[in-house]
């Protein structure tokens, strides 16, 4: 989606990603990675409209003593 002021947000295309290795992965060894990685983008008519890059990291949450959760995601500085 689109965001702007002067309209309402418009859908501009969607890409797919898997992620169902990583999620595993994670799961077995705490921690994954999906370096970035360019993704097709297409359009509602399935149209190729453009590409993104995305990069994941997966840390699995860690319960401390007294039941406090540790990890998470953090934003990306760009």
């Given amino acids: 989606m689109d965001k702007d002021k002067f309209s309402a947000d418009d859908f501009i295309g969607q890409a797919t ?25 297409v359009d509602a008519e399935n149209s190729y409209y453009g590409e993104i890059e995305v990069g994941v990291t997966f840390t699995l949450k860690k319960e401390e003593e007294g039941g406090q959760e540790i990890g998470g995601w953090r934003e990306s500085s760009s």
Avoid: F, M
């Fill in 17 to 41: 990603i898997y992620v169902e290795d990583l999620l595993a992965q994670g799961s077995e060894n705490g921690a994954a990675e999906l370096h970035c990685t360019k993704y097709s983008v």
